[in-house]
């Protein structure tokens, strides 16, 4: 269930992306279908945002906070102030800061799109792998658990 939140941005983030830099090579297709790529890509982003906020809640959250559950009282209060009074706050205003720097260094946010695309698979592929990682260690941690019951 950790996983359906980046698989779904990683999906929707590639039509979003392809709509926006391929528009040109994709306007007769989405022709077809009686629209053109920039509105099709602000539909697409729309629903990004819908689906990702939606399985985010429901399935993410439960997910991470289930994380939680083999650490004892001491760790999980200090490991939860620490990811919401300090990693949810960076991460955001990290986001910001990158898309900024992006934005000041080739000048456009129209030129920087190809960039904030990269940095977006790049940060879905780390997703990815630390869900993973955090997975095996949290089957270990409640396997270890179980045998000391």
């Keep these: 269930a950790a996983l359906v939140t980046p698989t779904m941005l990683f999906i929707t983030g590639a039509i979003f992306f392809s709509l926006i830099l391929f528009g040109g090579s994709l306007s007769p297709l989405v022709a077809a279908l009686g629209t053109t790529p920039l509105m099709l890509a602000v539909v697409v982003g729309a629903a990004q ?8 809640y429901s399935l993410f959250d439960p997910c991470k906070e289930m994380a939680y559950i083999p650490l004892d009282a001491e760790a999980k209060t200090k490991g939860k102030a620490a990811v919401d009074v300090i990693g949810n706050p960076l991460g955001k205003s990290g986001g910001s800061l990158l898309q900024q720097a992006m934005i000041f260094s080739v000048g456009s946010l129209a030129a920087s799109t190809p960039y904030l695309a990269g940095c977006l698979f790049v940060i879905i592929a780390v997703w990815l792998r630390a869900a993973r990682s955090l997975n095996t260690q949290f089957t270990a941690a409640m396997a270890e658990e179980g045998a000391e019951a």
Excluded at 49 to 56: F, M, R, V
């Design 49 to 56: 945002n819908i689906l990702s906020k939606s399985s985010k």
